[in-house]
């Protein structure tokens, strides 16, 4: 029998000092060989530098003290086209300065990064990367895809399903236009459990330096189906599929038999999600939208408020262009999770990877409003944003209860809260010469409570209050890694 153990990660995973300088010389040599593969059998080639820097003078969300901190990175974007292949990717390598370690579970809406490690003797830089290379064969209407890249589904910013809030991972799939109408999109991906497999790591992980741990296998299936009967309305289906700790199952790799049948066919020991989203176009530049997810249900209890199984989410959300002037966007979007969406009974079926939710970045349990209206004038673009998150903890005894149909209070016990109001201006420093080299200047009034609140040990944390402002200046060439500069890069 294999046993498992969770891990908590202060940086995930933890890596030797070997590894790291392995690790890195690794990056090196993806850039060249992606540079070199995209030159060499490539017909339409594009390569283009990656460079950025992220200033923020009391550390915005990225930690609770009123500390600088600083991110800054390089890399290279590649994109090549070879008859009906197709490749692209990013390859990154990043530092932060003022910070001494990634902390996890952080709430925002920023990425994830998979590990964190100081490469040098100051214990306030932490070096990360990112990486995404997706290669796909056209064949007219269906598009074939393997890769190691993120994805996001439905209408929203920050979508409540499927979202980049979670690193990059490996996946495999297709997109298949049906009609001009219909669309349906199915891929099967790996996701990284943070759960040790203790048998493999007796027989793997021993070496002369210190014990590797090896850790059990989660993957994620996903289907999802478009349709607009009319101009103005598109409605989604999505099924989204957790399961692990064991070999790839044949049945999940059958694109067309619907999820909620597959999972009953093992059983039913898999953690299936499934929701629904509906857009509305009442004109050409705006879009009212809606979405719901389903965990759990039991119609009969639907009504019974201390015994029901209502285990939703749900969503809402207006974006418009044009609407005062010329190329101006808006955004307004609530979004609302019960806490008993994502865990399952089985850890191995929760709804994580490197513990950040795959769904929307508050996670369970949760709340949060967006607020943001761009403007362009004369050579600038200003921004206004707002940004209120909640959320309450997510405990091992909360599970048992949710599972037993105990009633549970919401927000009893910690909780976390935080409310951004930010005003950046950008523009293109030479819009000729270098279209794609932004920069930017803001200002951001933050007030955090229970700063460094963990939900899963919400009692082992030394939490903090803070009310501060922050000076943010940041330069972006070619840079697009989501949730850091959305204001720069609106959705359409």
Same mark, same amino acid.
């Given at each position: &029998? ?11 995973p933890? #890596? ?15 850039? =060249?060989?992606?540079a070199?593969?995209?030159?060499l ?6 390569l ?14 990225w ?8 991110? $800054? ?14 490749? !692209?990717?990013?390859?990154?390598? &990043?530092?932060? *300065?003022g #910070? ?15 590990w ?28 074939? @895809? ?5 994805r996001?589904?439905?209408?929203g ?9 979670p ?10 236009? =049906? ?14 459990s ?12 021993? /070496?002369?330096?210190?014990t ?14 478009e ?8 409605i ?11 070999? =790839?199952?044949?049945i *999940?790799?059958?694109?067309?038999i619907?999820?909620?049948?597959? +999972? ?6 898999? %953690?299936?999600?499934? /929701? ?7 004109l ?9 997810? &389903?965990d759990?249900?039991?119609? =009969?209890?639907t ?17 418009g ?5 010329d ?5 307004? +979007? ?17 709804f994580?990877?490197y %513990?950040?939710p ?9 709340? /949060? ?10 050579? @600038?673009?200003?921004? $206004? ?5 909640? !959320?309450?903890?997510?405990?091992? +005894? ?15 016990g910690?909780?976390?809260?935080f ?5 950046f ?34 009692e ?12 943010n200046?940041?330069?972006? *060439?070619?840079?697009?890694?989501p ?10």
């Amino acid at each position: &029998m294999i046993r498992t153990q969770s891990v908590k990660f202060r940086i995930l995973p933890r #890596l030797h000092q070997r590894y790291y300088y392995f690790q890195k010389r690794i990056t090196y040599l993806s850039i =060249v060989l992606l540079a070199t593969t995209t030159w060499l059998y490539a017909k339409d080639i594009t390569l283009k530098p990656i460079f950025f820097g992220i200033h923020r003078t009391t550390g915005g969300l990225w930690q609770p003290s009123e500390e600088p901190a600083s991110l $800054a990175g390089w890399g290279i974007h590649g994109e090549g086209k070879y008859g009906a292949w197709n490749v !692209r990717g990013d390859i990154i390598l &990043m530092r932060f *300065y003022g #910070l001494d370690r990634l902390p996890p579970n952080r709430l925002s809406p920023e990425q994830g990064f998979i590990w964190g490690q100081h490469g040098s003797d100051d214990p306030n830089m932490t070096d990360t990367d990112f990486s995404e290379v997706m290669i796909s064969y056209d064949l007219g209407d269906l598009d074939m @895809f393997l890769g190691k890249f993120s994805r996001s589904w439905g209408p929203g910013i920050h979508s409540l399903t499927i979202s980049n809030k979670p690193p990059s991972y490996p996946q495999f799939g297709f997109d298949w236009q =049906v009609t001009p109408d219909i669309s349906y999109t199915y891929f099967h991906g790996e996701l990284f459990s943070a759960l040790v497999d203790t048998h493999r790591t007796r027989l793997y992980g021993s /070496s002369r330096f210190q014990t590797q741990r090896i850790y059990l296998d989660r993957y994620v299936v996903g289907r999802r189906l478009e349709w607009s009967p009319l101009k103005f309305i598109s409605i989604g289906l999505t099924e989204c599929l957790i399961y692990g700790g064991r070999r =790839v199952e044949p049945i *999940y790799l059958i694109p067309f038999i619907p999820l909620f049948w597959a +999972e009953h066919y093992l059983a039913d020991s898999d %953690n299936l999600q499934m /929701s629904a989203d509906l857009t509305w176009r009442p004109l050409s530049k705006l879009k009212v939208y809606g979405v719901f997810l &389903m965990d759990e249900w039991r119609p =009969v209890r639907t009504f019974d408020k201390e015994n029901n199984r209502n285990w939703f989410a749900w969503q809402a959300g207006i974006q418009g262009t044009a609407l005062i002037r010329d190329n101006d966007h808006l955004i307004v +979007e609530g979004t609302w999770t019960d806490h008993r969406i994502n865990r399952h009974r089985s850890p191995i079926n929760d709804f994580y990877t490197y %513990n950040y939710p795959v769904g929307h970045w508050i996670g369970p349990h949760a709340q /949060s409003l967006l607020a943001a209206y761009t403007v362009p004038l004369l050579m @600038f673009r200003i921004t $206004a944003q707002y940004l209120y998150a909640k !959320r309450g903890q997510q405990t091992e +005894e909360m599970i048992w209860d949710y599972y037993s149909s105990i009633w549970y209070k919401r927000f009893s016990g910690f909780t976390e809260t935080f409310r951004t109001l930010d005003v950046f201006v950008t523009w293109q420093l030479f819009p000729r010469l270098l279209s794609d080299l932004w920069i930017e200047l803001g200002v951001c009034r933050i007030n955090w409570q229970n700063a460094g609140f963990d939900p899963f040990k919400p009692e082992a944390n030394n939490l903090s209050d803070t009310n501060k402002f922050s000076w943010n200046l940041a330069f972006y *060439y070619n840079f697009n890694i989501p949730g850091y500069n959305i204001t720069t890069h609106p959705h359409e």
